[in-house]
């Protein structure tokens, strides 16, 4: 019976650690992405769009740190999708974008991403475009 009682209680003050260690696990991570960069979207829809007709979905963020963010990369996953972006540094408060400009060459409907490293964190930023060529 001893070994049943001490079993229970390691295992309940396993529990405790577990969850308190979750919990401070999340409200560190809330507070290092509440001051970060504050995107107006992540997603982009061109809705229905012509084959070799260009088109360009600009994404806007204002940097909500309290230093200048630096956009170091634009990665878009396939040559089908150019990248521009602000090169400047982007103070407290400013706006910065980036602008995915997409050449659709094949039919049917798409989703492509563009990852976006900064200065802000160490995890990239992932926008996304979608649409359908028609």
């Known amino acids: 019976m001893k070994k049943l009682l001490f079993f229970f209680v390691l295992a309940v ?3 405790t650690t577990t ?4 919990a401070d696990a999340g409200e560190k991570e809330a507070k ?7 995107w107006e ?17 600009v994404f806007k963020f ?20 150019v990248a521009d972006y602000s090169r400047s540094p982007i103070l407290p408060g400013e706006w910065g974008e980036v602008k995915a400009n997409y ?16 200065s802000a964190s160490e995890t990239p930023v992932s926008l996304t475009i979608t649409g359908e060529v028609k």
């Open 103 to 118: 050449n659709a060459a094949a039919m049917g409907q798409f989703r492509k991403t563009i990852q976006v490293v900064t």
């Open 62 to 81: 204002q940097n909500k740190t309290d230093k200048a963010v630096v956009i170091s990369q634009v990665k878009p996953a396939c040559g089908c999708t």
């Open 19 to 22: 969850a308190q260690t979750l």
């Open 32 to 38: 290092t992405t509440a001051k970060v960069l504050a």
């Open 41 to 57: 979207s992540q997603d982009y829809d061109f809705g229905v769009m012509e084959q070799s007709k260009p088109q360009t979905a």
């Open 13 to 15: 003050a396993a529990g």
